[in-house]
């Protein structure tokens, strides 16, 4: 058969049948395997600086999928991450055989953009070391590979916090600031990357920079939900704050639409710190908000509760019940949501994450639910990110989409506060271009259970999903990996040729995370 | 005959089940020391799902610590213990171990002491026997001569060969068991023992030394908002849902810090690879016991554990004291 050979940063035919996907131009988006030329000079070149290279079967394939478990690909080796130098050493190298480099943190992807297929998988969960608290100025140093939990776990020993990470215990920093990262907080804070005060970056030919808003901004401004595309984020200073359990409140809606319109108006004044949706099932949507503190608690039941439209538990369980009292052909609905309520709300309260009614860990209680009601070896999880007015209509054609592929599935909604100040970091990314204010954000993420799809299937419910980004001019937070064709039809050719060119410039052998975007 | 150890509770899930999520990492010790997926429960499951055997993956297996902490964080609910000690099963046992078999299948039973009416048994292990003063302590604080049996055959060879995947004979293992069955409560201090009595005995009570000596008023008693309790990792994980709620109790009632990492997990503070456990290699507790007490405000270490005591003596000038030695230290 004939492979047709793909400059890196194009993309090439797709060989497979023409209509094994649905909805987007023919074009190769999984990438061919990199067939290992130099691969023997560049080991022999790398050990000779002192770098361990693993290249058995074993240390390969841990790194064989993302989270997303459905792109696969196998490095031919493996680098631990372990400081700057070692990493400038690795790209120096790979620039000069032509190696690529794909870089993984918590391997969290799920359009296989942390998964190599050939070349060096470089694993930096090895730079995992808090450098420095600064308890007074509200600042950390941080290695980049570390897990947010894991600097949690570090802060919490004086009594600090991050601001805002995702709901995921083993994101990593560098890979979150790759990308942006979204939390229940991100209404009113922004997203992850926008805590990052500074970072160390290693540029993909080797140099060790350090940059921010004032110091090497341009490229500040190009790695910060870069995608990995200009550097890798060897550390990092990041903003913190003060420890606070979260005072936690749940309410339930019967209309999607109704609960957007509520969770907007919560956050246009500021009426919550931390605030979402996550939906049950269509007549079962849940609006979540959480304080700080009492102060502001008080506040939100005095001025804000009342304009809602939402029910406590108590009513939203009679109202469903008089519902499906009338309905009796609708009995499996109620079942299904009487086996949600039983299995998972438990799980949102354990008693040893909870305490005087305050609950102690968001992200750990929020993401061992996640894991555990919709984790799988497969995780799909397409999603839309629009301005604020657009941001309904999107999420009910998404929505409708979920219908008719699956029986089950779950919508996360969060709000993303917009800094002007770094509207040169959203270029590009999942910050629409036309959001003002707040950038607004659905996962749409089924529920698989064990049940059996093809890659296509799948793959065509993602299309789905992306062609409404397309047609409202909107953004996606994972464009990237098997999403890739996505990226000139979305952002239009004249934006993605001038990041590209920059690509270019920047990584001459387009060795770093060559896949990903470009 | 040789199989009685190999036919202990299999696995519901294995790691073909590992969705990757790689909460199991956050609570390694291994991984906080090498900073190596490939030595870690989701490194071990990747691999074999990938195609990788046992023996590729021959260091990972041997670097496990079996502290479980792993196994109550998994969503998947895989049995991670069973699954490593099967994986250590498939491997040659290590030259240390590998006579053991044999010298178990030769070893007498000594009786049960002092008596065998008793209604509990105390298992101590050998680091609770060399400290007689402190074993004294916790079988009197148990019951007293008249209530608890102190077992002179606490399976501490048992214990050695399950740790090692060596193959228990199941002669051996009936010695070992015969006495126990019946008695309403056995108290052991060796956590894996403990997992694997509680499958063997399902209709016993098996409690833990820690938690058998922290439910007495007494010791309760002399706990106070400035120390930090040390809880033994094996024990308290084999049991987690339960004991949980137990130590929650305990700290709720008295005001002490627990070495509970952010998702209620304990840091064990000794993490010792089997080649450490076996004494070939030198053991190194440095980076666990540090971490347990970087940014803590505590005036005592109280400890469940002898091996615990010895860790934190080496890197504390702090108090260590054993949970039986506190009811009568003067803080009571």
Redesign the interface.
């Known amino acids: 058969m004939h492979v047709t050979n793909v400059e890196p940063g194009t993309l090439g035919p797709c060989p497979v049948a023409p209509d094994a996907l649905q909805g987007i131009s023919r074009q190769q988006t999984n990438p061919a395997r990199w067939n290992g030329p130099n691969w023997e000079e560049f080991c022999r070149a790398v050990r000779e600086r002192g770098i361990e290279v693993?290249e058995?079967?074993?240390?390969r394939?841990?790194?064989?999928?993302?989270?997303g478990?459905t792109a696969y690909g196998?490095a031919h080796g493996v680098v631990?991450a372990r400081s700057a130098g070692q990493v400038a050493l690795l790209l120096q190298a790979a620039q000069q055989y032509r190696v690529p480099v794909t870089v993984c943190g918590?391997?969290l992807t799920t359009e296989g953009e942390s998964v190599a297929f050939g070349g060096v998988l470089l694993?930096m969960?090895?730079?995992?070391r808090v450098l420095r608290i600064d308890a007074e100025a509200l600042t950390v140093r941080t290695e980049a590979?570390i897990?947010w939990?894991?600097l949690?776990?570090?802060l919490?020993?004086?009594d600090l916090d991050y601001l805002s990470a995702p709901l995921n215990?083993?994101s990593s920093v560098g890979g979150t600031l790759g990308v942006g990262g979204i939390d229940v907080n991100s209404a009113r804070l922004g997203c992850s990357a926008d805590q990052a005060l500074a970072l160390q970056v290693v540029t993909p030919t080797g140099e060790i920079v350090e940059c921010s808003d004032t110091e090497n901004a341009e490229l500040f401004r190009r790695v910060i939900l870069g995608y990995g595309q200009f550097g890798v984020i060897t550390e990092a200073t990041l903003r913190v704050r003060r420890y606070t359990p979260l005072r936690m409140h749940y309410f339930y809606y019967a209309s999607l639409r109704t609960a957007i319109e509520d969770l907007q108006l919560l956050d246009r004044n500021d009426a919550s710190d931390y605030s979402g949706i996550l939906t049950i099932m269509d007549s079962a949507v849940n609006v979540l908000v959480a304080f700080d503190s009492n102060e502001r608690e008080a506040a939100f039941m005095a001025n804000w509760r009342p304009r809602l439209r939402g029910y406590g538990e108590l009513g939203f369980g009679l109202r469903a019940l008089g519902h499906y009292a009338l309905r009796p052909w609708k009995l499996g609905e109620a079942w299904y949501l009487l086996q949600r309520k039983r299995e998972l709300f438990p799980e949102l309260q354990r008693?040893?994450?909870m305490r005087d009614g305050t609950m102690?860990?968001r992200s750990?209680v929020f993401?061992?639910a996640v894991?555990?009601f919709w984790?799988?070896?497969q995780?799909v999880i397409p999603d839309l990110a629009t301005s604020a007015p657009k941001f309904i209509e999107a999420v009910e054609r998404g929505n409708a989409v979920c219908r008719r592929y699956f029986p089950h599935y779950t919508l996360y909604l969060v709000g993303i506060k917009l800094r002007p100040e770094h509207r040169a970091h959203y270029e590009m990314s999942c910050i629409p271009p036309d959001a003002e204010g707040w950038a607004y954000g659905c996962e749409f993420e089924p529920l698989l259970d064990d049940g059996v799809y093809s890659r296509d299937y799948l793959q065509s419910f993602k299309n789905e999903i992306y062609d409404i980004g397309v047609d409202m001019d909107a953004s996606y937070y994972r464009f990237g990996g098997m999403m890739k064709g996505y990226i000139r039809r979305v952002f239009g050719d004249a934006l993605v040729d001038r990041h590209l060119a920059l690509k270019r410039a920047a990584d001459p052998a387009m060795i770093l995370n060559r896949h990903v975007i470009f | 005959m040789f199989g009685l150890a190999n036919r202990t509770q299999q696995p519901e899930k294995d790691y073909a089940s590992c969705s990757g999520c790689g909460l199991c990492l956050l609570v390694c010790p291994v991984w906080r020391r090498s900073r190596d997926f490939g030595l870690t429960p989701l490194g071990r499951a990747r691999a074999l799902q990938h195609g990788a055997v046992a023996a590729d993956i021959a260091e990972s297996i041997q670097s496990c610590t079996l502290c479980a902490a792993c196994e109550p964080v998994c969503p998947e609910d895989i049995a991670l213990v069973a699954m490593t000690l099967d994986l250590r099963r498939q491997l040659a046992p290590p030259a240390a171990v590998q006579n053991v078999p044999a010298r178990m299948e030769d070893q007498a039973a000594p009786p049960l002491a002092p008596r065998s009416s008793a209604a509990a048994v105390l298992l101590p292990g050998q680091g609770l026997r060399a400290r007689p003063g402190t074993l004294a302590r916790a079988a009197t604080l148990l019951g007293g001569a008249g209530n608890l049996a102190l077992a002179e055959d606490d399976g501490s060879d048992i214990a050695l060969a399950l740790e090692a995947g060596a193959t228990v004979p199941a002669q051996r293992l009936e010695r070992f068991l015969r006495p126990l069955r019946g008695l309403k409560t056995i108290v052991a201090a060796d956590g894996l023992l403990l997992r694997q009595l509680q499958q063997w005995l399902p209709g016993s009570k098996i409690a833990s030394l820690g938690v058998a000596l922290s439910s007495l008023s007494a010791v309760r008693r002399a706990l106070g908002a400035s120390d930090l309790y040390v809880i033994e990792s094996r024990a308290y994980h084999a049991d987690y849902q339960r004991l949980v709620k137990h130590y929650d109790t305990l700290r709720a009632d008295r005001g002490c810090a627990f070495n509970l990492d952010l998702q209620r997990i304990a840091i064990p503070a000794t993490a010792r690879s089997l080649a450490q456990r076996l004494g070939l290699a030198e053991i190194d507790d440095q980076v666990q016991t540090r971490w347990i007490l970087q940014g803590r405000n505590v005036t005592r270490i109280v400890v469940e554990s002898m091996d615990d005591a010895a860790a934190f003596a080496q890197v504390s000038a702090l108090p260590v004291v054993h949970l039986a030695d506190l009811a009568d230290d003067g803080t009571s």
């Open positions: 693993r058995t079967v074993a240390a394939a841990t790194f064989a999928t993302d989270a478990g196998l631990i918590g391997g694993d969960t090895g730079m995992s590979g897990f939990h894991s949690a776990e570090e919490r020993r004086q215990l083993t008693a040893e994450y102690l860990e750990v993401s061992r894991w555990k984790g799988s070896r995780m």
